[in-house]
């Protein structure tokens, strides 16, 4: 079945950086994109971005461009979310969920089918 | 990239039907077949319940159904039941800058 599994809650200080982990099993990892979505505290979700394990090719969402890199791992099956300058609104849950390619239009990983049981960030001096 | 707007809250009583609504602009849907819902219960990663607009997962119960018209994506929750009780979102693919984006959550409540 599949899984993806988060790595534990963190706490940083203002002008960090943070590295969120995410590891895949239960299916191919080079066939299905992978998105990285946020949470903040009574709050909606929010799009961050999205990588392709095959290739490694990475999209970022306007508003974290220059602060988020997103990198994967295909020998341990595992992607990587970091976000630098961490400022106290960054303080969120951050979720990994497999972005899978549909049969509509576009042909794009428009299917957040699975999702990682999240990782709280907490940002505070 | 503006969130496409939900009701902050729906409820219902056990047994009835309730619809939930999610307005974006032509630029947030257009003729694009990915609006998806997501059910979020407290304290936990949301659940795909509907996918290009109108198509269950496996496992989804089919008093969950999905549709849209123009620039507005709706979900319909029949048979209404406790566990029905949570956040659900919307979310489509657009054809600005930041290619996804969210609905601003709907609170379901069972009276």
């Known amino acids: 079945q599949v899984q993806l599994v988060q790595s534990g809650a963190e706490v940083k200080k203002p002008g960090a950086s943070v590295k969120v982990s995410c590891k895949a099993s239960g299916y191919t990892f080079t066939s299905y994109y992978m998105h990285w979505v946020r949470q903040a505290p009574g709050q909606g979700l929010e799009w961050m971005g999205i990588i392709n394990p095959s290739g490694g090719s990475t999209s970022y969402a306007q508003k974290f461009q220059g602060r988020v890199t997103m990198t994967r791992d295909t020998s341990t099956s595992t992607v990587y979310m970091e976000l630098s300058s961490l400022r106290s609104e960054d303080t969120a849950v951050y979720y990994c969920?497999?972005?899978?390619?549909?049969?509509?239009?576009?042909?794009?990983?428009?299917?957040?089918?699975?999702w990682g049981q999240g990782t709280l960030v907490t940002v505070s001096s | 990239q503006s969130a496409l707007t939900q009701p902050a809250s729906v409820s219902g009583s056990p047994g009835q039907s309730i619809t939930i609504s999610c307005t974006g602009t032509?630029?947030?849907?257009?003729?694009?077949?990915?609006v998806s819902w997501f059910q979020q219960h407290p304290g936990k990663a949301p659940k795909l319940m509907i996918y290009e607009v109108s198509k269950r997962p496996s496992g989804v119960s089919n008093r969950f159904s999905g549709s849209k018209s123009g620039n507005t994506a709706s979900l319909t929750i029949s048979g209404l039941q406790a566990e029905d009780e949570a956040d659900y979102y919307c979310?489509?693919?657009?054809?600005?800058?930041?290619?996804?984006?969210f609905g601003t959550g709907t609170k379901v409540t069972v009276l």
């Open positions: 979310s489509s693919y657009t054809s600005s800058s930041t290619p996804y984006v």
């Open positions: 969920a497999r972005g899978r390619v549909g049969s509509g239009y576009p042909a794009i990983p428009g299917i957040f089918d699975y």
């Open positions: 032509s630029s947030d849907f257009g003729g694009y077949s990915y």
